[in-house]
């Protein structure tokens, strides 16, 4: 099993260079990027459930030893992620295909977009720092150009702030990963926790904060987010569901694996600090805005905060619901982009002045928005409100009552904006598209049905993230078991090194 612990990133690389060697050919394109996602995803299951009953595959591509090798570690938490990840990225391809957009029937979409999941298995499975730095690589390469695929004034402007950004992120990545080098002589996770604990204290102290500025970077959270609420809206919908779904999450997980493994919960103040101004500014972004994919993108933002709120608490029980609230966040925020997109192809138009009384001309569209937006907001018996009771009732255990406030109130305002989207889109009378889209037929019914695969991408990620609440129990007892595997340090040390 260990050797299969590289193929979700290898085979989605290698599909991609035949994706591209088909590029005179579209129908075959999308076979092999369905294919190659729905072989990714199978391994990752096996992986994951491989890593839940005899522990975590690890493999060293050439044999070479961890300290200069490149590793791939699939443990619980990683194998989570992976299934969670492609499972989200099949369904958005689906959808990318029924919008039929011109960025969609590009020749080079699905090379780009197989070579986005490719880094995304590559961050999630990495056992070294210096790989990890190239899965950050392979990841902005292709979403910037995802990001511009239509080639649009608004999509290169703002893909153009996001690429500026990203490469300060990659600078100052860099930067950390070779001081880590020269204080260490080792990038692999496997040993770094021990020579790190060699190094005096304001050495490790600046080699964490740096690798948190470029993490932070990546998973845009206060004051490092600028970026996101200008860059996300520019793209397709599907694209931003895929952006909103998986991309801020790899740099909470870059955060949650090195703050565990590496740093042993140093710090804790300062990320307590960052996850309730995250939470706040994020929130607030999104009430003030009115825009449908501006209020989901700085909603990306905020909920980033509950995701550091819990790695700042640590500990076994925050740790575990940090685990679940990322697990839960996939495809809840992939969903309501989807919706969105549907939306907007409906429409033309996403502002909430020129939209009205949606759930009158489709209770099917209202209801695939409502039930991710309830989870969104934390709203019993969705899979939100486990996430966060989790994070709440362990800081509540560890006197965290200031964050914990912050943290309710958070989610009573994400319940607000969400509100805000309901009533002014999809209640009141109901208005004909404003903006029909080229190409619409003159009939007004025909705005209202969408393409096959649009529809049961969109429904198949609802469902997904329904099932998250449906089997809670189950999958939060998986969570708790990942987190123990976190917090037993040497356990990790031993399984990698001794393979």
Request: hydrophobic share 55%; net charge positive; aromatic share 8%.
């Amino acid at each position: 099993m260990d050797r299969l612990a590289p193929l979700p990133t290898v085979i989605p690389l290698v599909a991609a260079a035949l994706a591209m060697l088909a590029h005179r050919s579209r129908w075959l394109q999308r076979t092999i990027a369905h294919l190659a996602l729905t072989a990714a995803l199978s391994f990752a299951v096996a992986l994951l459930v491989h890593a839940d009953r005899e522990g975590p595959a690890v493999a060293r591509l050439g044999g070479w030893s961890a300290s200069i090798g490149i590793s791939y570690v699939v443990d619980r938490l990683s194998g989570l992620l992976l299934v969670v990840a492609l499972f989200t990225l099949l369904a958005v391809l689906v959808f990318a295909e029924g919008q039929r957009s011109k960025g969609a029937e590009s020749p080079v979409f699905h090379p780009v977009y197989l070579v986005l999941a490719a880094g995304t298995g590559a961050a999630f499975s990495t056992g070294d720092l210096f790989h990890m730095f190239v899965a950050y690589e392979v990841l902005l390469i292709a979403s910037y150009v995802l990001l511009t695929l239509d080639g649009t004034p608004a999509q290169v402007r703002t893909g153009t702030t996001y690429a500026v950004v990203n490469t300060i992120e990659s600078l100052v990545l860099v930067m950390a990963v070779a001081l880590v080098y020269a204080s260490t002589g080792t990038l692999s996770m496997a040993e770094l926790p021990a020579r790190l604990a060699e190094l005096n204290d304001g050495v490790r102290t600046g080699l964490q904060l740096l690798l948190l500025v470029a993490f932070g970077l990546k998973a845009a959270v206060f004051p490092l987010f600028f970026w996101l609420p200008d860059s996300y809206p520019a793209a397709r919908s599907p694209i931003t569901a895929v952006f909103a779904g998986l991309l801020t999450k790899v740099g909470v997980y870059s955060i949650l694996r090195t703050q565990t493994l590496l740093f042993a919960d140093a710090n804790r103040t300062l990320l307590l600090w960052v996850a309730g101004l995250t939470m706040v500014v994020g929130v607030l972004g999104a009430i003030a805005q009115n825009e449908v994919k501006r209020i989901l993108s700085f909603h990306i933002v905020s909920q980033i905060g509950y995701m550091i709120l819990g790695i700042a608490i640590g500990g076994p029980a925050a740790i575990a619901a940090t685990i679940f609230f990322l697990l839960h966040q996939i495809p809840i925020k992939s969903s309501l982009f989807l919706v969105e997109g549907m939306i907007e192809h409906s429409t033309g138009t996403s502002s909430l002045d020129r939209l009205s009384g949606l759930v009158h001309r489709s209770g099917l569209l209202g209801a695939l928005f409502l039930l991710p937006a309830l989870s969104l907001a934390g709203i019993p018996p969705f899979s939100g409100f486990v996430a966060k009771l989790g994070i709440v009732t362990s800081g509540l255990a560890a006197g965290e009552r200031v964050a914990v406030a912050l943290a309710i109130g958070c989610s009573l305002l994400t319940l607000v904006s969400m509100a805000k989207i309901w009533l002014g889109a999809f209640w009141g009378p109901a208005t004909e598209p404003v903006l029909r889209p080229a190409g619409a037929a003159p009939d007004p019914s025909a705005a209202w049905r969408w393409p096959a695969a649009m529809l049961g991408s969109t429904v198949a990620v609802v469902l997904a993230g329904l099932a998250l609440a449906v089997f809670a129990g189950p999958l939060y007892a998986l969570c708790e078991r990942a987190a123990a595997d976190i917090a037993d340090v040497d356990a990790y040390v031993r399984t990698v090194l001794r393979r």
